[in-house]
């Protein structure tokens, strides 16, 4: 059968995605203080299939990120506490919407960029009806914040253990009204 160049160019591009995966993610993709397009396509391709189309988790097993986000930014040393999350993952028993998990999130430092980190981060402070409770000065995750939190060698275990310094259990633990 006959192929045009074109053709074979889409279809190599296709190839490409699929066998890199979020690794291709276009970090050129428009991004702003809610994280655009970038944090969009992010969350639908890496935290979705965790967290859901909703946020909302799946009880018991993944919890929601509906609210929770902006509860945990409002403590201190939480910038440095999301990009480590996003980075290296979290392991341990944590208290969130009145409900006990103890499971592993991944950590995302092979798969994401810096600028994808801080997009998705910007994305679910604002999804999910999240922006409606986000502080008017709230400040917007950049590459540049996220880069100095790489290569350091953390586990999941080791991003608990931060969790559990600043306190941010006392401020997931409470059940949604
Ligand atoms: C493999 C499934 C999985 C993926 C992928 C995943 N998460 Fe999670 N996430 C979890 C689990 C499980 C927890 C709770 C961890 C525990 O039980 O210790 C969690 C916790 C969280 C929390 C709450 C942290 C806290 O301290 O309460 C946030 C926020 C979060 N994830 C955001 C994200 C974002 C954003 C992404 C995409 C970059 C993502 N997650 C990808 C499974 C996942």
Not at 65 to 89: C, D, F, H, Q, T
Not at 101 to 116: I, K
Not at 127 to 152: C, H, K, Q, S
């Amino acid at each position: 059968m006959h192929t045009t160049p074109r053709t074979t160019l889409r279809t190599l591009g296709l190839a490409a995605v699929l066998a890199f995966g979020a690794a291709l993610l276009p970090s050129a993709l428009a991004q702003g203080a809610d994280g655009g397009e970038l944090g969009e396509t992010t969350y639908n391709t890496v935290c979705m299939a965790c967290h859901q189309m909703d946020g909302q988790g799946l009880p018991g097993v993944y919890p929601s990120i509906i609210g929770n986000p902006v509860r945990i930014y409002g403590v201190e040393g939480s910038r440095e506490y999301l990009a480590k999350l996003m980075l290296y993952g979290l392991q341990g028993e944590v208290n969130i919407d009145g409900a006990t998990y103890n499971q592993l999130m991944t950590g995302q430092e092979m798969v994401l960029d810096d600028a994808q980190i801080a997009a998705v981060l910007n994305y679910v402070m604002h999804a999910f009806g999240n922006a409606d409770a986000l502080p008017e000065d709230y400040e917007p995750f950049t590459a540049e914040e996220i880069a100095p939190y790489r290569g350091l060698g953390l586990t999941a275990a080791d991003v608990y253990a931060l969790r559990g310094e600043l306190g941010i259990d006392a401020v997931t633990a409470p059940a949604n009204e």
